[in-house]
Every structure is written in C-alpha cells, then in structure tokens.
C-alpha cells in the first residue's frame, strides 16, 4: 500500500519560515520524482517544486529563491523549506511521487501565512 504522508504545516507570520515532510512508503522511492503542489481556496493545484525522475528540480517562479526542495533517500522522505512566507503562499500542500506509469499524492497539510 503506497502511503505519502505530509507534515510540518501550520501557521506562520509573513517573513517566517517552516519545513515540510513527506515521508513515503510502499514505493520504490529512489525512482519516482517527488514534488510538492500547493492549491489555495478558489484555485487549481500548482507546480511549487519537485525533483524529476532525472533529478533534477523544477520550481515555480513564484518562491524561486525562497523555497528548497530536498530529498532523503534513506530515509524516503522528501522536504520542502520554505523561508521568507508571505500570505500568497497560503495553500494546502501536498506531496506527489511520479513515475511513467504511476502518481500517487499525499492527503496535503494546511500552511496559512499571515500578514
């Protein structure tokens, strides 16, 4: 049984930082890409930032430079840190684990950032 699930959310004042987990089971981790996607009220889910099956990393332009994505493979776990919040970045996030044939999500954690 493929589990992703996430924590670290809460809430957090504008400025602030916080890191997220998704830790992974019932995968072949090491293969998959593993991303994180954030959907806020009224709005679809977006790209914020993964690794590819390559490994390389793809992040949205909207936290380039503010965000980090980072992987334990040992641990099968994947980390989002996410430094200087602002209130836009307020979503539920989620973790996906993608390879060619399958995409799994985590059940998503609530980050409200406030002004």
């Known amino acids: 049984q493929v589990q992703l699930v996430e924590s670290g959310g809460g809430l957090v004042q504008a400025g602030g930082s916080l890191r997220l987990s998704c830790a992974a089971s019932?995968?072949?981790?090491?293969?998959?890409?593993m991303g994180w996607y954030r959907q806020a009220p009224g709005k679809q889910r977006e790209l914020v930032a993964r690794?590819?099956?390559?490994?390389?990393?793809n992040y949205a332009d909207s936290v380039k430079g503010r965000f980090t994505i980072s992987r334990d493979n040992a641990k099968t776990t994947v980390y989002l840190q996410m430094n200087s919040l602002k209130p836009e970045d307020t979503a539920v996030y989620y973790c996906?684990?993608?390879?060619?044939?399958?995409?799994?999500w985590g059940q998503g954690t609530q980050v409200t950032v406030s002004s």
């Open positions: 996906n684990a993608a390879s060619r044939f399958y995409d799994y």
């Open positions: 019932g995968i072949s981790f090491a293969i998959f890409g």
């Open positions: 690794f590819t099956s390559g490994g390389s990393t």
